[in-house]
């Protein structure tokens, strides 16, 4: 197609039509704590070729601001403050995989401001990959229904909540922490409650989204089944194979 613009003045320099068409490539990943979901995108992002985003991070920052701040995650205004004043620092914060932490940014997950104050990073980060990337894979909870509701590819990833409680209890345990199964197992599922029932957002599949079961997967496998589904959504194959 010819460009319709005028000629520009003589020596002046034009930018190239923008083909309008050309929209980045959005793959997202949704499920609950545990599930493998984050293992699933980084693999995704790699061997695909896009950017990551971990939306989860985002909300776990705000819960620890707000810890730090000797606040309560439940406190609406308290958590709302922490996400509008959120920066790139607190999201390279070395406690961010604590459980208190996680449980925190549970609870502020589930306040309206705080998403509303999230939600446009999410979607800038998507629409405008980094690095000029072609597109972006973001996991999170809500990704496929609220933040990128029109991705190509969706995926729902879960396990078994006892499986989760395992795979949770092993990765604090290699961070040093002495926690026991049952209290991870009991945290969870408050967890999974409370992001399952929450008025704002509440964590479910799309319904055009591709469940997939990783109780009994191995990391490989999973990648791969979620490879294939994504190559048959979207054309898009991998750059590289293990």
């Known amino acids: 197609m010819s460009d319709p613009r005028p000629d520009p003045p003589p020596g002046t320099h034009r930018e190239p039509a923008r083909d309008e068409s050309a929209r980045p490539l959005v793959i997202a990943i949704d499920g609950p704590a545990a599930a493998g979901k984050g293992t699933l995108a980084r693999g995704l992002a790699a061997r695909l070729g896009l950017a990551y985003l971990d939306t989860g991070a985002l909300y776990r920052a705000v819960g620890a601001k707000v810890l730090a701040e000797d606040g309560d995650p439940g406190d609406a205004a308290a958590a709302a403050r922490a996400a509008e004043r959120l920066t790139p620092a607190d999201l390279a914060r070395p406690d ?28 800038g980060f998507a629409a405008h990959p980094p690095d000029g990337r072609a597109g972006a894979v973001l996991d999170g909870r809500d990704i496929g229904t609220v933040v990128c509701p029109d991705a190509p590819a969706k995926l729902f990833v879960d396990a078994s ?31 999974d409650a409370r992001d399952r029932t929450r008025a704002d957002a509440p964590l479910k599949p799309a319904d055009d989204a591709e469940l997939l079961d990783t109780t009994d997967l191995g990391i490989e496998e999973a990648l791969e089944t979620a490879l294939r589904f994504v190559e048959r959504k979207t054309g898009l194959a991998a750059t590289k194979r293990a």
């Open 96 to 123: 961010l995989r604590s459980e208190a932490v996680g449980a925190a940014a549970s609870r502020v997950a589930a306040n309206p401001r705080v998403r509303a104050a999230l939600l446009d990073f999410q979607r």
């Open 161 to 191: 909540v006892e499986i989760r409680a395992r795979r949770r209890m092993e990765e604090l345990r290699q961070g040093g922490s002495g926690v026991i199964y049952a209290a991870v197992l009991a945290d969870l599922k408050e967890r």
